[in-house]
């Protein structure tokens, strides 16, 4: 194992119906620290499953997570302090609907970093100054355009200050003139060096600011490369025709 | 027209003023909402931990691991379904009878015997109110709670029951109404409620109408009086969603 692997996952596989399903079937892979992973594939394909499995929102039937060395599949390890270090954004944002947009991003981190209220709102409020939403801090989630749901959605996450973010097609529920204020909030996270997982269908923002792509079918990493070379010199057959069909 | 008048005067003052009878009345109603009062809390909580308790059985017992924990689930999901099942299928009149006669019979202290069994009895309508309301808040938001490292309680308790009680707050209010009327049974047990107050009055003048119609006429305000406070709270709650 490299020094810099944040996330090691080995042999994971997720069966349902006494393995006659296989959403993940034996995936092995490193997520370095810094590093911009995009997964793609066809719906089905087990991309989703896999992205929940990483914080085991999902059991995996077999397999092991290392996050930081630790086997989070292990059930001794306490996954509510190691899910504190991964924050996670969903396709329907799931916003707290019974708090306002700062409760909902000050409750875990004064219930579980034990923060004052004061340093919360603070943080909460930083973070909210650089998605443009400092305005809406008292506002409930009902009162926002789904743009802003997942704005705040995100800023949510990384007030627990996470080591990874891991993104569940962030940009699917969204209408069309939407995706891009959450994809610049993406990719400036990017930039700033977050470590990113993130499920998408947009093909150019994998192209843009994924620093590997991953492409996969039936539960397996069929083929896995820089944006550059998979979407120009793809080598699967399965992955020439998905990218036929998305591109 | 005015001898009708003169006469139900005489009534009244027969009913209420004579002998200071609407003392009854009044003890009676103070009777009746300290049962009540006291039985909605207690119903509310036995009600929310019945609730989780069936709630989490149902979602999480399949995939727990084996061990004396799930074995402790296993009981206390039984012991809850047995006493929904119990207390939904007799009468409650009969219940407080049984706390009164049977298991508290050492005890006199009627008031009390009364709020807990009126407590326990709507604590099982008010269990499978509330684990409707549950299982009515979208999964998506205990999923957010527990990705942020917030345990099942905490999440629980932060995000989805206050959701599901605001859901839910309707057929609550239903259940309350209900309860401050079934406390009119508390007569069988020798406790001086609203109702068995208008009995006594009428016992004590041999006249029915006034009495009667007085406490009925009680009930009703107090169900007005509650609904009013009911949709106002409803209202409140409801600035969460524009």
């Known amino acids: ?247 | 027209m005015s001898q009708w008048l003169a006469r139900q005067k005489a009534q009244f003052i027969l009913c209420f003023i004579d002998d200071n009878r609407w003392k009854y009345l009044w003890n009676g109603l103070g009777a009746t909402l300290k049962i009540t009062v006291f039985a909605v809390f207690l119903g509310i909580a036995i009600g929310v931990v019945a609730a989780c308790i069936r709630f989490t059985y149902d979602k999480t017992f399949q995939t727990m691991r084996p061990g004396p924990g799930k074995v402790l689930f296993w009981l206390a999901n039984a012991v809850c379904k047995v006493y929904i099942t119990v207390i939904r299928g007799t009468p409650v009149v009969v219940q407080l009878m049984i706390s009164y006669f049977i298991i508290f019979a050492s005890s006199n202290n009627g008031i009390l015997i009364a709020t807990l069994s009126f407590g326990i009895n709507s604590g099982a309508y008010v269990a499978e109110v509330i684990r409707s309301g549950i299982s009515s808040i979208d999964p998506g938001q205990t999923e957010a709670g527990r990705s942020l490292g917030l345990n099942y309680v905490q999440t629980m308790w932060y995000i989805v029951i206050p959701q599901a009680l605001k859901n839910v707050l309707p057929a609550l209010a239903n259940e309350f109404i209900a309860l401050l009327k079934e406390t009119s049974v508390a007569g069988y047990v020798a406790i001086m409620d609203l109702t068995k107050a208008g009995d006594i009055i009428r016992g004590r003048t041999f006249s029915a109408f006034m009495p009667l119609i007085a406490v009925a006429l009680i009930y009703l305000i107090l169900v007005m009086f509650f609904s009013r406070l009911v949709s106002l709270l409803e209202r409140r709650l409801r600035s969460s969603e524009r």
């Open chain 1, 1 to 247: 194992m490299n020094d810099n692997v944040l996330i090691h996952v080995d042999g994971l596989k997720k069966y349902y119906k006494n393995g006659k399903i296989k959403a993940l079937d034996g995936i092995t892979t490193d997520i370095r620290t810094g590093e911009v992973v995009v997964i793609i594939g066809p719906s089905g394909s087990g991309k989703s499953t896999f992205l929940r499995s990483l914080n085991l929102l999902e059991m995996p039937t077999s397999g092991s997570i290392y996050l930081e060395g630790t086997d989070i599949t292990d059930r001794r390890t306490d996954i509510n302090l190691h899910r504190q270090k991964m924050g996670m954004v969903f396709q329907h944002f799931n916003l707290f609907n019974n708090l306002t947009v700062m409760k909902n991003m000050t409750l875990a981190p004064m219930k579980l970093l034990k923060l004052s209220e004061e340093d919360a709102r603070e943080r909460a409020l930083s973070l909210l100054k650089r998605v443009g939403l400092e305005d809406r801090a008292d506002t409930y989630p009902s009162q926002l355009s789904g743009g802003q749901k997942q704005r705040i959605a995100i800023v949510r996450a990384l007030c627990m200050e996470p080591d990874v973010m891991l993104f569940d097609e962030p940009t699917s529920a969204l209408d069309p003139e939407m995706v891009g204020e959450v994809l610049d909030v993406m990719k400036r996270l990017a930039a700033d060096g977050m470590t990113m997982v993130i499920v998408t269908h947009e093909m150019g923002f994998a192209r843009e600011v994924a620093s590997r792509v991953v492409f996969m079918d039936e539960g397996k990493i069929v083929e896995e490369n820089t944006p550059a070379e998979l979407f120009n010199n793809p080598q699967s057959d399965r992955l020439k025709s998905f990218l036929a069909k998305v591109l």
